[in-house]
């Protein structure tokens, strides 16, 4: 009953109030500007705000498919230092010398021949003569040493690079020397000996000597990579030095005697066929400059072209010795 008396009492006094209102020129409370603004609000967040923050708030728990979708709050990790770079190490070659590897057998390569002369010189010596000659007496030389000898020719046969290539790991050697006589006709008056083992080169005299010496190989452009995989192998390469530098030496020092203006350019590296497809320890040696005049006349006399093959044969033989019969190591 009292609470139905205080409303009575309020209901009244609102009544006079917005009588007053009226008769003193002031709207309503109901009318008034603020009141509807804030009836507005309340009824926007009654049938506005209030369904659509539920909506969004639903969405964003699903894919929209129905399907649940888990919020996982992730902590940041704890910075974690780089692992320091792998080094890898290449494999070391195994010194051949710890097998106590010998050298028994040796094949000749006398460069050019037949249809194939190669460079000539003053009065018409021919590079496939010189060389077919010079490896015969090599051969006799290296027999006397007791190692047995094997030509990829005997007399003047044209043969391809990979015929001779064929016939020398088909001898299975321990060594392969093949025989040229260099041609330096910018710089007739130069007489040079040196000794190619397998690698690439940048001096242009070199790749020009390389193609010259590679015109007759073949092979064809399918072989291309096998040759090239040939040049960038290292098998050989460190027997294939040791077999240079002893050929290199006994030439400069055998024939120096007889021709003190000889220049040593010592041993290089180039991509001769001959020496990318065969399968053991090879060089290339230019025992002689047939562009030299004096030196072509030299060369058709059978006393110079032995004592060629005698520095040859030397330095072929003392690489031999080294393997055969090395220095003990033990103190």
Known sequence: MASSGRLKQTLVRDAIRENVDVIEGRLPKGLRRSDRIRRAIFRASVFVIVPLALFLSIN?????????TDVVFVSTPAAVPAPAAAVLHAPKGLEPSLFRLSVRSVVLDPGHGGTDPGATGAGGVREK?????????????????????????????????????????AKRPDVFVSIHVNSLPAVRDKRVVETYVLGTTTDARVQ?????????????????RRLLEGVLQDARSGESKRLAASVQGGLVTGLKRAVPRLEDHGVKEAPFVVLIATEMPGILAEVS?????????????????????????DGILAYAESRNHPPSKRS
Not at 60 to 68: I, M, P, Q, W
Request: a negative charge; hydrophobic letters at 35%; charged letters at 30%.
């Open 129 to 169: 003569d010189v060389t077919l000659d010079v490896a015969t007496r090599v051969r006799a030389l290296l027999e006397e040493g007791h190692l047995a000898v094997s030509m990829t020719r005997d007399g003047d046969t044209t043969l391809s690079l990979k015929d001779r290539v064929l016939l020398a790991n």
């Open 60 to 68: 964003a728990l699903t894919t929209g498919k129905g399907e649940r």
């Open 208 to 224: 020009a000597l390389a193609g010259d010496e590679n015109r007759e190989s073949g092979y064809t452009l399918a072989d291309y």
């Open 289 to 313: 400059t047939v562009s030299n005049d004096d030196e072509a006349r030299r060369l058709k006399d059978s006393a110079y072209r032995q004592t060629i093959a005698r520095a040859l044969a």
